[in-house]
């Protein structure tokens, strides 16, 4: 039996990735293919507390499968953590007889949508957009699998003018928290060492390593560091550093930054963008609340938001093992 929705609203929030356009239009789709209204709202949070709503209907979303970014933007608002601000936000969902949210974002907006929804007793669900891949129950986060394209053509960049030159390059890629992306573009780039948040592998085995490498042959070396990592040096210091212990390399850094949230989306974000989307609103049919539809071993799964948001998401460090290996 399903559950009775007459009209939804969907917001973007936190960091933007790519695919986040193509779940906004899986999810207004879905919406329009049960007869269920839907809202877009503009800016996060933000929007919702300031009004700036526009219905949605399945051709307002034309063109928008192959866009990064998000059309309805993302914002992180200050004010939403307050209660008397997320009264408003209530207020403008019930003036236009919205029945249930959709939020897509990181886990600090599921945790602003958990105390909303518990707060005004509305059903809202939540779609993991992050490049970080650092939420804890969905094997895969939106974007994540673009970011890791993008790194990887990156750095293959890098390593044409590596080689060339016989230089050591340090890439920064992003990963306060989680090493995701450091290590699997690594091993995708065929980088000689990865530095991730998950592990120390601490200054003297990388320049034992870094030796090796040039003993045995190799001239030039890229060392993908995640911003996060546990040698906890600036890049740049890093850099400053290993110059002295590695007299034998011209030492270079490059910091990728935004370029790894934007692009248009790879098939596998958008497939996974429009499978979550359609998730979302079949979860919302079936009376869930406070969950996030994320995927596991291929298939959709429902979260509870505490176990996203509270719980911590492992690195496969069997992958660790791999890259020492393969990198030799
Ligand atoms: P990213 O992974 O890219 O950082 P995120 O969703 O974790 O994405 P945050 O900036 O942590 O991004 O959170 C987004 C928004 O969620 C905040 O700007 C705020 O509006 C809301 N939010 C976060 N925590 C709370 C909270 N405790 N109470 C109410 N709202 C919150």
Redesign the pocket.
């Known amino acids: 039996m399903k559950n009775k929705i007459n009209s939804i609203a969907v917001l973007t929030?936190?960091?933007d990735s790519p695919g986040m356009n193509a779940a906004i239009r899986a999810i207004v789709r879905a919406a329009n293919f049960n007869n269920i209204k839907c809202y877009g709202i503009y800016r996060?949070?933000q929007g919702l507390i300031e009004d700036d709503f526009e219905e949605l209907g399945a051709r307002s979303v034309r063109n928008l499968i192959n866009r990064g970014g998000t059309f309805l933007k993302s914002?992180?608002?200050?004010e939403?953590?307050e209660k008397k601000y997320r009264q408003i936000a209530f207020n403008n969902l019930q003036k236009r007889l919205v029945d249930a949210l959709v939020v897509i974002?990181?886990?600090?907006?599921?945790?602003?949508a958990d105390?909303f929804s518990k707060e005004f007793d509305i059903p809202v669900i939540g779609i993991p957009g992050?490049i970080?891949n650092d939420i804890n129950g969905t094997d895969y986060t939106l974007g994540y699998d673009t970011a890791l394209n993008t790194v990887v053509e990156a750095i293959d960049k890098i390593r044409d003018t590596a080689s060339s030159h016989d230089r050591l390059f340090l890439v920064e890629v992003m990963g306060r928290d989680a090493g995701d992306i450091a290590l699997n573009s690594g091993i995708g780039a065929g980088a000689e060492e990865i530095l991730i948040p998950e592990e120390n592998i601490g200054v003297e085995k990388l320049v034992e390593s870094l030796h090796k490498s040039r003993k045995t042959g190799k001239t030039s070396s890229i060392v993908v560091v995640a911003e996060g990592d546990q040698i906890g040096k600036n890049i740049t210091k890093l850099a400053a550093d290993l110059t002295e212990d590695l007299p034998e390399y011209e030492i270079k850094v490059t910091v990728l930054g935004h370029i790894q949230r934007g692009g248009s989306p790879s098939c596998y974000d958008r497939v996974l963008a429009s499978r979550l989307g359609v998730g979302a609103v079949d979860a919302l049919l079936e009376g869930k609340s406070n969950i996030m539809v994320g995927i596991q071993h291929k298939k959709i799964a429902h979260v509870p938001f505490e176990d996203a948001i509270n719980k911590k998401k492992t690195l496969d460090m069997d992958l660790m093992r791999v890259a020492d290996i393969v990198s030799t």
């Open positions: 929030s936190g960091g996060g949070y914002a992180r608002s200050k939403f953590r974002g990181g886990d600090g907006s599921f945790t602003g105390i992050t970080d």
